[in-house]
């Protein structure tokens, strides 16, 4: 692949990711991509052969982005709380600009990429979460009793719990304060009182940092 072509790939993902997170995969055609790129729809298809294999690589692209902040995370982080916060905040930021059709129209009609969402869910989410774990124990800021294995896996399955209409549906609860007050409640769970006043401060440290850079 010439660097031409792959810029100009990684520029085709790039924008089709947007699109997606912001309005939804169904809604977006390929006619739609290639307008909001300014090329015809047969130059795209130069790139990517269908729909389904461009939304395979914009998955692809967001797994490997979200893999590298994780590595980031926990190699600044200076204890696990520190570590869970960066996680935690890393969660938001995605919510935020995820239109919540986005998954489900993955889940029911792209199952490549679907498949590929739930091998980062299992490998890259419960290997982080039980690694924290560990490490929150030792600190003492994580409770001695709990298992990280268990607790890693019951995280795994609460995110897939929280993708079923037959259990959140849209038209009864908001998606994203759904994730936000499921892993709040995760997060609690494993405090000892020393790791919840430790906690407890992160937002205050931001809101203070944030004014700080704004006078």
């Known amino acids: 692949m010439s660097q031409a072509t792959h810029m100009m790939t990684a520029k085709v993902v790039s924008v089709a990711e947007d699109l997606f997170m912001r309005l939804g995969v169904r809604s977006i055609t390929m006619d739609e991509v290639a307008r909001t790129l ?18 395979s690589a914009t998955m692809i692209s967001h797994i490997e982005r979200e893999e590298k902040a994780f590595k980031r995370i926990h190699d600044s982080s200076r204890n696990a709380i520190e ?4 996680l935690a905040e890393i969660m938001r930021k995605n919510l935020g600009q995820l239109n919540p ?11 490549n990429a679907w498949e590929k969402f739930l091998n980062f869910k299992d490998k890259c ?3 982080h979460t039980a690694d924290n774990i560990v490490r929150g124990v030792i600190e003492g800021y994580y409770r001695p009793d709990i298992d990280a294995n268990i607790l890693a896996r ?11 209409p037959t259990v959140f549906s849209s038209t009864d609860f908001d998606f994203k304060q759904v ?9 609690h769970g494993l405090l000892t009182n020393k790791g919840r006043k430790l906690y407890e401060k992160f937002p205050q440290e931001v809101q203070h940092a944030v004014k700080n850079k704004t006078l």
């Open 38 to 55: 300014s090329i015809s729809k047969k130059t795209l298809y130069q790139y990517f052969e269908n729909k389904d294999q461009l939304v």
């Open 83 to 86: 570590e869970i916060h960066g």
């Open 125 to 127: 989410i419960q290997g």
């Open 154 to 164: 019951l995280r795994v399955e609460q995110v897939s719990l929280m993708f079923k």
């Open 179 to 187: 994730q936000l007050e499921v892993l709040d409640h995760f997060i």
């Open 101 to 111: 059709s986005t998954l489900f129209d993955i889940q029911r009609f792209h199952p």
